[in-house]
C-alpha cells in the first residue's frame, strides 16, 4: 500500500553531482524509522515512471540537481508553478523525461499529488564518479536539515 508522503531522490549517482538526490536519499534512509508516514524511493533518473510513482499521493518531495544559475552547492526549495523547465530532451523516452512534464500529465491524468516540494541543487562538478563534489559534500548535514522540514504531513 502506497504510503501518503513520498520522498524522491533522483539522479545518476555515476555522475558526480548528477546524482545529489540519491546521495540525500540515501542519508534520509538512515533515519527513516523517524517517517513512518512516508516511502522513500531512489528513482535514479527519473523517467516516465516518476509518474505512477507519485500517482494519488497526498504530498510528494522530489530532490535532484538542478541549473539554476547560481553558485554550485545552493539549494532551492520551490513547487512546480514556480519553475520553468528549460530541458531539451532529445526525444521521447521512457528513460529520459521533464519532471515538470511528468507533472502536468499527472494532473491531465487526475492523479497528481495534492502538494509537490521539489528541492533543486546546483551541481559543481559533472563527471564520471560515484562521489559528489566536495563542496555539496560539506553542504549535506544542511541539506538533510532543509528537506527534512518538509518530511512532515
Do not use: W
Not at 18 to 46: C, M, Q, S, W
Not at 70 to 92: H, M, N, W
Not at 95 to 123: N, T, W, Y
Amino acid at each position: 500500500m502506497k504510503k501518503e508522503l513520498l520522498v524522491v531522490g533522483l539522479g545518476n549517482p555515476l555522475m558526480s553531482d548528477e546524482g545529489i538526490g540519491v546521495h540525500i536519499l540515501n542519508r534520509l534512509l538512515r533515519d527513516r524509522d523517524k517517517y513512518p508516514f512516508a516511502e522513500f524511493i531512489d528513482a535514479g533518473t527519473g523517467g516516465i515512471n516518476l509518474l505512477h510513482l507519485i500517482s494519488n499521493r497526498k504530498k510528494v518531495i522530489i530532490i535532484d540537481c538542478a541549473y539554476m544559475n547560481t553558485v554550485p552547492g545552493t539549494i532551492k526549495r520551490f513547487v512546480p508553478e514556480e519553475a520553468e523547465s528549460v530541458k531539451k530532451l532529445a526525444c521521447q523516452s521512457l528513460h529520459e523525461a521533464d519532471i515538470l512534464k511528468i507533472i502536468e500529465m499527472s494532473v491531465r491524468l487526475g492523479e497528481c499529488p495534492q502538494e509537490i516540494i521539489i528541492f533543486g541543487i546546483e551541481p559543481e562538478v559533472l563527471e564520471l564518479g560515484s562521489q559528489v563534489s566536495r563542496k555539496l559534500e560539506e553542504k549535506m548535514g544542511y541539506y538533510i536539515s532543509e528537506i527534512s522540514k518538509d518530511i512532515r504531513l
